[in-house]
């Protein structure tokens, strides 16, 4: 029993001494492996002061070497230079030529040292601080070839440093598998500069014609977001670094800080923040302010400040855009709900990204550009919700144009019935003026003139279709000496009492009027001269039999005339006169006929 935990100590004891005194295994290639992380293979030395030499390295320090535990190696920001170093042997029976690369290309100085034939070592050096021309190999990927002869164990030390994130996802592949892959790259890479551009372009010229600054917001963002895709894969700016001023700088993560702005104009216009929600807006304008200032920063401070402010920025920014989201939908926002479900996938994308640079998931195609296809498929997702905002704004003036029409319609019928009964009003009206024109107005018989009128239009008739047409002009018989000692107050009743008499009492066809004082005129169509006298003997029986203690008794003169052909108005009347003045003359209250 004691003996097991003795020999199980000493065997403990043994591999945590194999792990100083051995360090990492020797990767053994025999010609099967295509593309090897080299992660795991790895001894690694950190260099605080910069000042080891490769003498130093393989004499004295050689045992301070520690194996690399880590997925993928991972020093963040850091002001060390490191040492790795890893053996390979070659138990192929052929020649192998081999490509080391560091698939994360913003690293600032990487050099490479590989054992020469007398023993030394050869160094070579690449890094975003070396121009594509004057790199081992001509790439926009941190890479060095090598040769490994048959049979062949050699061992390798590369140097690294830079004021970047230090995440050095190390591979080594074959020639075949490195072109092979670099393709796929350059493929998947092509893609997705693609996408961002048509999506770009094309709210560009939507932003054109309709001038609504959401789309303009939009295509800043995706296109800031594709110069950051171009920095970050090296194809943009290659030497960027190797200019310290303050320009260079913010190019690094500048676009990023932008691309950050233009999603947050786009967020307050797209949820139209603004406008609902001011204190909300409070929150976009002050990460407004917050990304103006790490922009700004690259030209205050050292790169070493500025980049890790606009790192940790910008790694919050996508976390608090999501709560305004929530917050937009809880509130009763339509659109909010689409905005979510676009940034979602990025943000997952966004920790898939996160967690392989720190050694939590393999790196590989898929892993490496996880943050790339989310920031794509959020691009989209929000392009999408730019359409359904179009369909929501055209229902919502679909609406508002239905009651504009139904308002202008109550409208309409409300002038309409408003006109019609000024209409009908205007129309009493007129046919009041028009009565009264036509009315004697204390007698309400016609008048004067309308008498004219209808004379002339009886004696027209009367001539055109050679019929009969009597008139009768009657006049009140000492009418002066009712006014005189009755007072002219009786007289008017007397005279409206008369009209009466002679409207109750003539024919209906015949038409009764005031002629002008006290004379009256009785036009009466169609009546020869029996009947003309017939109807005067009435009339004026019924005015002189009239008896009355209110009123005075009174009576009338009559003179009868009957159309002769060819005359006019003014000579039947003034015939009809003469018959009224010879009853008056023999003796009043009495027909007279005109011959
Ligand atoms: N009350 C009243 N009197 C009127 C009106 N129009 C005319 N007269 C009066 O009628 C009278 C007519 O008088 P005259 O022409 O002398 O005739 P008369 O007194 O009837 O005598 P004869 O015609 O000969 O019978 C005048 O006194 C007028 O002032 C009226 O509208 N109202």
């Known amino acids: 029993m004691s003996e097991t935990i003795i020999s ?92 080391l690369q560091n698939k994360v290309t913003w690293i600032d100085s990487l050099t490479f040292y590989q054992p020469n034939i007398n023993g030394g070592y050869l160094a070579s050096k690449t890094g975003s601080d070396i121009t594509i021309e004057k790199r081992p190999l001509e790439h926009r990927s941190l890479v060095f070839s090598f040769d490994l002869e048959p049979d062949q164990e050699s061992t390798y030390y590369l140097r690294v440093e830079s004021v970047d994130a230090l995440i050095l996802p190390l591979f080594l592949t074959t020639e075949n598998e490195f072109y092979k892959k670099d393709t796929l790259v350059n493929y998947f890479i092509g893609a997705l500069l693609g996408v961002i551009l048509v999506m770009s372009v094309y709210n560009l010229f939507i932003y054109n014609v309709i001038r609504d600054k959401v789309y303009l917001w939009y295509s800043f963002y995706v296109l800031f ?36 702005l233009f999603i947050i104009l786009f967020t307050g216009k797209f949820l139209n923040i603004k406008a609902q929600f001011p204190k909300l807006n409070y929150v976009l304008n002050f990460l407004i302010v917050l990304l103006v200032a790490a922009s700004l920063s690259y030209f205050i401070f050292s790169y070493r400040v500025a980049m890790p402010l606009s790192a940790n920025i910008v790694t919050l920014i996508p976390f608090i855009l999501i709560g305004v989201g929530i917050y937009c939908y809880r509130k009763g926002v339509a659109l909010a709900k689409f905005y979510i479900i676009a940034w979602l996938p990025n943000c997952a994308l966004f920790l898939v990204f996160a967690f392989t640079f720190h050694g939590l998931l393999p790196y590989n195609l898929y892993t490496s550009f996880a943050n790339d296809v989310g920031m794509v498929i959020e691009a989209v997702l929000l392009s999408l919700a730019l359409a359904y905002r179009v369909r929501i704004f055209q229902k919502e003036a679909y609406t508002a144009q239905e009651q504009l029409l139904i308002e202008q319609k109550a409208q309409t019928e409300k002038l309409h019935s408003m006109v019609e009964q000024r209409t009908k009003e205007l ?105 003309l006298l017939m109807v005067a003997e009435r009339l004026r029986a019924a005015i002189s039999d009239y008896d009355s203690p209110e009123i005075v008794s009174f009576s009338a003169s009559f003179g009868t005339a009957c159309y002769q052909h060819g005359e006019n108005p003014e000579l039947l009347v003034s015939r009809a006169d003469k018959a009224l003045y010879q009853s008056k003359a023999n003796g009043k209250n009495q027909v007279s006929f005109a011959n």
Request: net charge negative; glycine share 6%; proline share 3%.
């Open 8 to 99: 199980k100590t000493f065997i403990s004891f043994l591999m945590l001494l194999s792990l100083n005194v051995f360090g990492a295994p020797i990767l053994n290639f025999d010609g099967s492996q295509q593309d090897i992380a080299l992660s795991g293979y790895i001894d690694e030395l950190e260099d605080q002061d910069k000042a080891f030499t490769l003498d130093q390295l393989t004499g004295q320090l050689s045992d301070e070497f520690q194996p690399n535990i880590k997925t993928t190696i991972n020093y963040t920001f850091s002001d060390s230079a490191y040492w790795l170093r890893f053996s390979i042997l070659n138990s192929t029976h052929t020649k192998q030529t081999l490509y």
């Open 225 to 260: 977001y594709g110069v950051n895709f171009l920095i970050t894969q090296n194809l943009f700016f290659p030497s960027i670094k190797n200019s310290q001023d303050g320009w260079s700088e913010f190019l690094h993560l500048g676009p990023l800080n932008l691309y950050f």
């Open 427 to 531: 129309r009493t009206k007129n046919a009041e003026l028009e009565r009264l024109s036509i009315t004697d107005k204390l007698t309400n018989l016609f008048n004067r003139r309308k008498l004219d009128n209808v004379l002339l239009s009886n004696v027209m008739h009367a001539k055109r279709y050679k019929k009969p047409l009597g008139v009768m002009l009657l006049d009140l018989d000492n009418f002066k000496n009712i006014n005189d000692c009755f007072g002219h107050h009786e007289g008017d009743e007397v005279l409206q009492k008369v009209a009466s008499l002679l409207m109750a009492n003539c024919r209906e066809k015949d038409i009764v009027g005031r002629w002008g004082g006290e004379e009256f005129l009785v036009i009466c169509p169609m009546t020869e001269k029996e009947e």
